[in-house]
């Protein structure tokens, strides 16, 4: 029984794209329509739902798509689709089921494959994932996400802390995301003694304002409401609730590279307890893939961080901050980023940090899915 389907499925996966090589003569294929219709649709339907159960003969993985489905589709992008087709499904942890088509087809037939699937998607106005830029440490980003950050913060000389922030974000609708932070700090302000607990805990909506692939841009509003939760006593909350509203802007630009830019302000309820505060933070970097531009990604970034109380005489304070994330599972849905905060300007007293987070694309599979 079992290698039976072996069997089966190497024929599949060697034979399908092999035959489809000389039979269908897949070189004079230009449309996307036709490439699709020759290739795919065996597979994935003629509509882009899936063929059904009884002509596949294989049993559907979990995750097989339905390319109709745009909240499915739209994250996904171009490169993850062309790694797919070109080294088949295992080049991102799917199954072997999904054929590699670097024999059968052209660079340029599979762009053109790919932009007649993107057809499927009727619905207008979901944010492309081309556009979903590279996560920095202190700049975030305008695009929507499903994901889970645990950011870690350590002071690299002076007072011992480790602060760390757990952000949970989630889609909803076709422009919007919601936001949960929850800060956990631990500090030693004296040797011996180490104190910590739960800081102000922040809920937020995202909405993107504008969208487009074509000119490379996002733009996006949040607005969050902190809860002081945290013990002011301790320096864990700021005993104030707070409103944070901000405006995020990512730009595509050629050759994987990007700039990446937030705007806002912190205004407290009470400003005896705590003063407006407004920040400016940018990010630009430039991603680089192994395999031939469509593997592991690495994304060298440089930050400059600037916020200012905004009480007369308070000078503005910049950091610098450069830092390298990088794709650590196969399927690129858990990443991992490392950086240094170097302040600037209004050095006195504030301490160089070394920053890290791990990032968990839930939407793109679970924890332990998708390594190999
Ligand atoms: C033998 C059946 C078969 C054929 C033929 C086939 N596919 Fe697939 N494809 C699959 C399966 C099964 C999956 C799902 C793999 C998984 O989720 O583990 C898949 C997944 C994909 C994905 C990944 C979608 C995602 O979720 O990221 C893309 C893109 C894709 N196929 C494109 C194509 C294109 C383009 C062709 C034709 C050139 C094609 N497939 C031909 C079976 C096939």
Sequence with gaps: MKISLLFFL??????????????????????????YEGG????????????????????????FPDFTKCDQTTPEDNW???????????????SQIMPSFSGALTSRQMDEVIGYMRGFCKEKGWA??????????????????????????????????????????????VKNQIEVSVPVSFERPERGKWYGGVGDVGLGVKRVLFSSLGSGSIVSAQGEVILPVGNR???????????ENF??????????????FQAGADLPVDRAKAPDTAFVRTAIGKS????????????????FLGDRDLVAGMRTNVDVMPEMQVTISKRQHIRFDVGLRIPATNTAGRQKQVMFYL???????KLLEGWK
């Design 80 to 94: 993850a689709w062309k790694s797919v087709i070109r080294d088949g499904g295992p080049s991102r942890a799917f």
């Design 233 to 243: 006593a301790h320096g864990l909350g700021s005993g104030v609730t707070t409103f």
């Design 247 to 260: 405006v995020a802007y990512g730009q595509l630009l050629p050759w994987k590279t990007f700039f990446q």
């Design 40 to 63: 795919c649709s065996g597979c994935h339907g003629g509509d882009g739902k899936g063929a059904p159960q009884s002509t596949i003969g294989f049993e559907k993985p979990e995750s």
């Design 128 to 173: 492309r994932g081309e556009l979903n830029l590279p996560r920095a440490l202190g700049t975030e980003k305008a695009f929507p996400e499903d994901e889970v950050v645990i950011t870690t913060t350590l002071n690299a000389n002076g007072t011992p802390s480790v602060s760390n922030e757990i952000v949970h974000e989630q889609r909803f609708g």
């Design 288 to 303: 680089f893939n192994q395999n031939e531009g469509l593997g592991r990604m690495w994304s060298p970034m440089v930050e």
């Design 359 to 365: 990032l968990w694309d839930w939407q793109d599979g």
């Design 10 to 35: 190497t024929v599949l996966t060697l034979y399908v794209p092999a035959t489809f090589a000389q039979s269908a003569g897949a070189a004079k294929l230009t449309t996307g329509k036709e490439i």
